[in-house]
C-alpha cells in the first residue's frame, strides 16, 4: 500500500510539473511568437540580425527607432541544437549587421560561415569582444577551475572551450551593448550622438540593475545552486553562487551520474532545483522527488533582460 501510494505521489508530481511547463512554454511562445515576421526592409531602418533573444533588447535600447532587430534563434529553441530556417537566411542576406554572441555558443560555430557566405557586405560585430571567458562545465575540471566568486585565473579561456552563456551576467551584458554600439556607429555615424545617449542610459540601467542584484543575494554568497542546463557559470561568478549542473555535455545524466547528484544534493541540503523552458525537466523531476525539492523555472533566454534578470535574482535570492 505504501509503494502504491508512492508510486501515485511521483505520477502526480510528473503531471503537475509537466502541466506548469507547458503553461509557462504556452504563455511565453504566444507573447512572443511571430516577432521576426513585422518588420519591412523598405521602411529605411537598420536591419540587425543577432543570434539569441537577450541581444534584441541590446540593439533596441541602443538603435532605437532607427534599426529592425532579427533574432535567430526563436523563443523555446535551444540555441546549442537549433537549424535556421531558409526564411531566416533570406532575412540574413538583407542585413547590414549581424551581432553573434562571439563565445562559442553552438549556433554560431555551426552557421557563421554559411552566414557570412550569404552576405558578404554585412558588417559582423563580437558581442563578446572584451569578456573574460569562464569554461564550459564539461572544461572545469580539466582546467582545475570552479565557476563561483572568483575571477578566471591566468588559464586563457578560448572560445570553443568557454562556457557561451555570457549575457547572464550584468556585467558582461554592459561589455556587449559598448560591442553593439561601436558596430551602429561605425555603419551610421551620422547617427552617433543618437546611439551614445540611448547607449548611456541603458547602461545606466545595468549598472543599478548589477548593483541591486548584489545587495539582493549578498547574504547568499557561497551557496550551491542546482540547475538542469549549466547556464548560470557567469552570474554565479558574480555574484558568489557555485552552480551543479545535472545536464553533462548536453545529455541526461548516467544511473550512477543521477546517484551522485541526489546523494551530493543531500549533503548540500539543496531544495530547489532550477529549469529552464528550453530544455526537459526529467530528470530534475526524479532528483526533486528523491531530495524534497522544488521545482522553479528560471529563463536565460528571455528578450526581455533587465525584467528577467530581476527575476533571476529573486528566485536564487529565495533558496533555503
Known sequence: ????????????????????AFIYFSTYYSNYSGFNNNYSANDGKIIIVASVLPQKEFIDRVGGDKVQTIIMVPPGADPHTYEPRASQLQQVSR??????????????????????????????????????????????????HEVHGSESDNHKI?????????????????????????????????????????????????????????????????????????????????YGFTQIAIENEGKDPTPQGMANLIYQAKKENIKVIFVSPQYSTRSAEVIAEEIGAKIVFIDELSPNYVINMKKVADAFSDID
Not at 501510494?5 to 510539473?17: A, E, N, Q, T
Open 1 to 20: 500500500m505504501e509503494k502504491d501510494f508512492k508510486i501515485l505521489f511521483i505520477v502526480v508530481i510528473l503531471i503537475l510539473s509537466f502541466s506548469g
Open 95 to 144: 542585413a547590414q549587421m549581424f551581432v553573434q554572441v562571439g563565445s562559442g555558443i553552438e549556433f554560431e560555430m555551426v552557421y557563421m560561415d554559411k552566414i557570412k557566405s550569404l552576405n558578404p557586405s554585412m558588417s559582423i560585430i563580437n558581442d563578446s569582444k572584451g569578456i573574460n571567458f569562464i569554461p564550459s562545465t564539461e572544461k572545469e575540471e580539466e582546467l582545475s
Open 158 to 238: 578560448n572560445e570553443s572551450e568557454s562556457d557561451p552563456h555570457v549575457w547572464v551576467s550584468p556585467k558582461n551584458a554592459q561589455i556587449m551593448v559598448e560591442n553593439i554600439y561601436n558596430g551602429l556607429v561605425k555603419i551610421d555615424p551620422k547617427n552617433k550622438e543618437y546611439y551614445f545617449i540611448n547607449k548611456e542610459n541603458y547602461l545606466k540601467e545595468l549598472r543599478q540593475l548589477d548593483k541591486n542584484i548584489t545587495n539582493e543575494v549578498l547574504d547568499k554568497k557561497g551557496e550551491k545552486i542546482l540547475v538542469y542546463h549549466p547556464s548560470w557559470g557567469y552570474f554565479c561568478r558574480d
